[in-house]
């Protein structure tokens, strides 16, 4: 039965996009960051990532990991400038303590960018939060 059926909630773990700068060009390159502020480690850890805006798709992204320690992170992808406006979608799956967790975390339309970013925890650098 449903009622039976105990769904863990993910806290203390979050995707964030974090822009770097290019040592050859200088230009602004964004990343997805897996930022975990546990104090478990978490395992085998799968990451689906997919932008979409009306009829444009990205392909879908899935990246593995088998562990990132407590109080780490770990950098998933390259974020291309051209799906920066559109809605992106990162799905994460893990398991800790022996339980499966699994969240989705969302950057909508034009929420990437510059002015947006915030100081992240454990990566003590700029960057954008998941909603």
């Not at 051209?82 to 809605?87: A, E, F, K, R």
Request: net charge negative; aromatic share 8%; with cysteine.
């Amino acid at each position: 039965m449903r009622k039976d059926i105990s769904i863990p909630t993910v806290e203390g773990v979050t995707i964030a996009i974090v822009p770097e700068t290019s040592e050859a060009s200088g230009a602004t390159i964004w990343y997805a960051y897996l930022i975990n502020e546990l104090s478990e480690a978490l395992e085998l850890i799968l990451v689906v990532s997919k932008g979409s805006k009306a009829e444009v798709q990205t392909s879908v992204m899935r990246h593995r990991l088998d562990r990132l320690p407590p109080k780490s992170f770990a950098k998933i992808e390259w974020v291309e400038d051209s799906v920066l406006s559109l809605d992106n979608r990162f799905a994460l799956t893990f398991y800790k303590d022996g339980r499966l967790y699994d969240k989705i975390f969302e950057f909508p339309t034009n929420s990437i960018h510059e002015d947006a970013c915030v100081t992240l925890p454990i990566l003590s650098r700029k960057g954008i939060m998941a909603t």
